[in-house]
């Protein structure tokens, strides 16, 4: 190990510790960085160190130190905050599949194939220890905000050097599927908290959200988008009444989403684009969705047909993803979340997938009718992102963005306690009307919350 690589690994041994004893004291600083890292990873963007004959990445030591937070938070709160335990299970399962993978191909294999998994798994068991409160979703959404204005302009950039019809000639994207679900998930935080108080700008930056996960030509993100719209307005109009604002609002954005839709965005050039890339990916023998439902049934049945062990628990990380294509046997990614974890994790961690998901809608949905605005308005999120990736799972797997949604829900408080402190909340205007706002309860309830509000507890 030359000094070089003994200097890089001090240096990152430094970071883990900086930053999980920063997480410990301020989970809100893991947000920036998580949302930083899975954007550089959504535009191949990927700081890497040689540590000797390991590659270590950003995304490696920011996993690192959201476990080791993790352990921090737990070994000083005590019994008070837990990380959700099928996580913690799910993580368990991971892991040993990577060690697994250790001993039959090798340290460096085994992470790399596990990597992307073990970022959402380690992400999730840190959020689901924090609790959300204004100052933590201010956060949250000021980031976002930030990465999909840099997704948007690099969108827009390309678009004007290629034009619109880019897609149906060479198969190019403005946008790839990750950095298109950064951006509607973006959309969806801000339309249900808004970060301007002008109406023409709390329409328009989620209006030029919409148009551009539409001109991505991404079919999953499409498709998670509209269930999305669906659950946002038909749940929103269920807690709240379809006479609010808000209610009214949504509507009018789900219109103006079906009229792009239809119409293709105006330019012939998008409307050829749109309809020519739908065709190449739907209407051929060759089209990538049936290209991936070859993939799906090889490794499938590779599973079912392989020992019990890997079917129960998964294969060691590092197999690989082996499929027949064309009389040749070719090793790219699953393109499916539920098959990727079917495949790492078994059939007991696709069982907790699912069941961590049922679990947090239905606690999210609990909260919907919850007699504070603030606590109301985070369920109507999180069920809405929560329908948003079990759609996007369907074609494609993500990482530290999934976990963190993920890990908030698990852990969001139930509905029987305590509600969010005021203070913050005038800096973060839920989509609601003003009669149901947290600021016009009676002093009593915030109370009886600062008593028992913990500080360490605060987003910030």
């Known amino acids: 190990m030359t000094h070089e690589s003994m200097l890089l690994g001090a240096i990152a ?127 949250l959404r000021n980031w976002l905000l930030l990465a999909s204005c840099v997704l948007v302009t690099v969108a827009a950039i390309f678009w004007l050097q290629h034009g619109f019809g880019t897609f149906a000639v060479t198969g190019a994207r403005a946008l790839n599927a990750l950095q298109a679900l950064i951006v509607l998930e973006t959309t969806i935080v801000v339309v249900v908290f808004p970060p301007f108080r002008a109406l023409v700008f709390r329409s328009l930056v989620p209006l030029c959200g919409l148009i551009v996960v ?125 098959v990727s974890t079917l495949t790492g994790t078994g059939l007991i961690g696709l069982a907790l997938l699912i069941w961590l998901y049922v ?21 109507l999120l999180f069920v809405t992102i929560l329908a948003l990736q079990l759609t996007y799972f369907v074609g494609y797997s993500s990482g530290g963005l999934v976990g963190l949604m993920l890990g908030l829900a698990c852990g969001f408080v139930p509905a029987s306690d305590e509600a969010p402190p005021a203070e913050g909340l005038q800096h973060l205007m839920p989509a609601t009307t003003t009669q149901n706002s947290l600021l016009m309860r009676t002093p009593a309830t915030a109370t009886a919350f600062f008593e028992r509000y913990r500080p360490g507890d605060q987003g910030l």
């Open 214 to 338: 539409v001109l991505s030509t991404q079919r999953t993100v499409w498709a998670a988008g509209l269930v999305a719209a669906a659950v946002l307005v038909v749940v929103r109009q269920k807690s709240r009444g379809s006479t609010s604002p808000g209610g009214r609002r949504l509507v009018v954005v789900a219109a103006v989403l079906a009229v792009v839709l239809l119409v293709g965005a105006g330019p012939p050039g998008v409307t050829s684009s749109l309809t020519a890339g739908y065709q190449q990916t739907s209407a051929t023998q060759n089209s990538t969705f049936s290209w991936r439902i070859q993939g799906w049934s090889d490794l499938i049945n590779r599973q079912i047909t392989g020992s019990g062990t890997d079917l129960a628990v998964g294969s060691p990380s590092g197999t690989g993803n082996q499929r027949l294509i064309n009389g040749s046997v070719v090793n790219v990614e699953a393109h499916s979340e539920y």
């Open 13 to 139: 041994l430094v970071l883990v510790i900086l930053l999980s004893a920063g997480f410990a004291v301020l989970p809100a600083m893991a947000i920036p960085l998580t949302v930083l890292v899975e954007l550089g990873a959504a535009s191949l963007v990927t700081p890497v160190a040689m540590v000797g004959p390991f590659h270590v990445y950003a995304g490696d030591l920011l996993a690192v130190a959201l476990a080791v937070a993790t352990l921090i938070r737990l070994r000083q709160h005590g019994t008070a905050v837990r990380p959700t335990g099928p996580l913690v299970v799910f993580l368990a399962i991971l892991l040993l599949g990577v060690l697994r993978g250790v001993a039959a191909f090798g340290i460096q294999p085994s992470l790399v194939a596990g990597r992307q998994m073990l970022a959402m798994l380690t992400a999730a068991v840190f959020f689901s220890t924090v609790r959300v409160t204004p100052e933590l979703v201010r956060v």
């Open 359 to 379: 679990v947090a809608l239905r606690r999210s949905r609990r909260q919907l009718r919850s007699p504070s605005a603030f606590v109301g308005q985070v369920a």
